[in-house]
């Protein structure tokens, strides 16, 4: 079996591994976004802007307990802030864009809200673990 190919099949275990928790909970966390300020009235632009703001306090939240956890208890905070910036960086420059975009056009022809912001989420979603797997893997042929 080739290299490429090798590396290609283990992306989803890499995804399952390392991301899927917090994608979970911030995808929870959107839901109940959506549900809370859907009466509000406040349309799609505040929609989008809030939902990606909701996402991406849940998912670093849960990022960064969970190395705090797998062992950067021991580290100085701003080393384990430091792996965080390193990882997600590049991918989160472009997703401060990417994802409320996706929303906000995903959510104009949505039979709901939660429908909207999940489906701009999920698009957002490819761009932002294309370059946060790549990132990771850079890192993991660094230190090796």
Do not use: C, N
């Amino acid at each position: 079996m080739s290299a490429a190919r090798t590396t290609a099949a283990s992306i989803p275990a890499l995804w399952l591994r390392r991301y899927a928790a917090q994608d979970v909970a911030s995808k929870l966390a959107l839901v109940v976004w959506a549900w809370l300020a859907a009466g509000a009235g406040g349309g799609v632009d505040a929609l989008a802007a809030g939902g990606s703001a909701v996402e991406a306090v849940v998912f670093y939240a849960v990022t960064f307990f969970r190395l705090r956890r797998e062992g950067s208890a021991r580290r100085p905070l701003g080393a384990t802030a430091l792996d965080l910036v390193r990882e997600y960086g590049p991918s989160e420059l472009l997703d401060l864009a990417l994802r409320p975009w996706a929303m906000r056009a995903a959510l104009i022809g949505a039979a709901t809200e939660a429908q909207g912001l999940l489906v701009g989420s999920l698009v957002a979603d490819v761009a932002f673990y294309a370059i946060a797997i790549a990132a990771r893997r850079h890192a993991e042929r660094s230190a090796a």
